[in-house]
C-alpha cells in the first residue's frame, strides 16, 4: 500500500554532514506526520524528530541545535540535515511516517522505512 524510501546515509568525519531523505509512495490521502528514528548496536530505538504536516517539528535533546527536520508535502518526502556529527550519532536511521492511506482512511497507520546506516569516525 505505502512505501517509505530513504536516502542520503553514509560514512563521515566526526564533524561533518550528511543529509538524509524519506520518500513517501502508494496509496496515500493524506501524511500526518514524518520523523526519524535511529538504532544504535546494542540500544532501543530512539527519536530524533519529527514533523507535522503543518512543520511543528520536534527534537531529541541530543541532537537539539545540530540536525533540522524538514518536509515537502507536495513530494510526501522529509529531510534530516544532520551537522557537527559525533561519533554518538552512529547508528541505523528509520524514517517513520503517520499516513492515512485508502485502506485505512480515515484512520492512520505508521509505515516504516527500510533504515540507512550512519556512521561518524572519530
Known amino acids: 500500500q505505502v512505501q517509505l524510501v530513504e536516502s542520503g546515509g553514509g560514512l563521515v568525519e566526526s564533524g561533518g554532514s550528511l543529509r538524509l531523505s524519506c520518500a513517501a509512495s502508494g496509496r496515500i490521502v493524506s501524511i500526518r506526520a514524518m520523523g526519524w528514528y535511529r538504532q544504535a548496536p546494542g540500544m532501543q530505538r530512539e527519536l530524533v524528530a519529527d514533523i507535522t504536516s503543518a512543520n511543528f517539528a520536534n527534537y531529541a535533546d541530543s541532537v537539539m541545535g545540530r540536525f533540522t527536520i524538514s518536509r515537502d508535502n507536495a513530494k510526501n518526502t522529509v529531510y534530516l540535515q544532520m551537522n557537527s556529527l559525533k561519533p554518538e550519532d552512529t547508528a541505523i536511521y528509520y524514517c517513520?511516517?503517520?499516513?492515512?492511506?485508502?485502506?485505512?482512511?480515515?484512520?492512520?497507520?505508521?509505515?516504516w522505512g527500510q533504515g540507512t546506516q550512519v556512521t561518524v569516525s572519530s
Open positions: 517513520n511516517a503517520l499516513i492515512e492511506d485508502s485502506k485505512s482512511w480515515p484512520a492512520a497507520e505508521h509505515y
